[in-house]
């Protein structure tokens, strides 16, 4: 079906602070594995060999997150850095594509809830092979993000910190991301 019936909360204005958690394997005080986090860190060191470029990605990551948080993403760029893949539970990617290295982030977003968005896995996105080998790859990235989203909505994916923002919440700091 069409997907792009509903827009994603990134193209929506906040009034008030929105966050964008990473989904963690276990509650907070159990001092879980962060799924993105690590896959940030194990992407970008990959992909990206020099510490300079490695720095400069972490960049462009975080800060597209934040203008997602902030409901900036404008959805007529020439990017069109947001789409809907797959539903029940609706999980959404932003996209990078940096020095042709197409990156992914997969999330869940509710604005009846805190965290609004919530981080599910990060990827380079499989490129090779046929258009169905590539379509069967995405649905397989996309199964492990809705696994994730069930599995750990129990203990509210590690954020545990209500209208705060946790420590597994996106900052600012590149260097944490590296």
Known sequence: ???MVQKSLCFQKAELERFFHCCTSAPAENNPNCFVKNEIKSVVLSN???VGARYSVAGKILGRVKQAEKGNLDAESDEDPVHRIA???DI???RWNIKDIPLRLYYA???GRKPEFVALSF???WTDGTAEEIRKRQNEDAKVAQERFENCSDFQWGHDKGRKRCEYCFNDKTGEWL
């Open 1 to 3: 079906g069409d997907f």
């Open 123 to 125: 990827t380079r996105k």
């Open 48 to 50: 990206f060999p020099a």
């Open 109 to 111: 977003e509710d604005l």
């Open 87 to 89: 539903s029940q539970p």
């Open 92 to 94: 959404w990617e932003i």
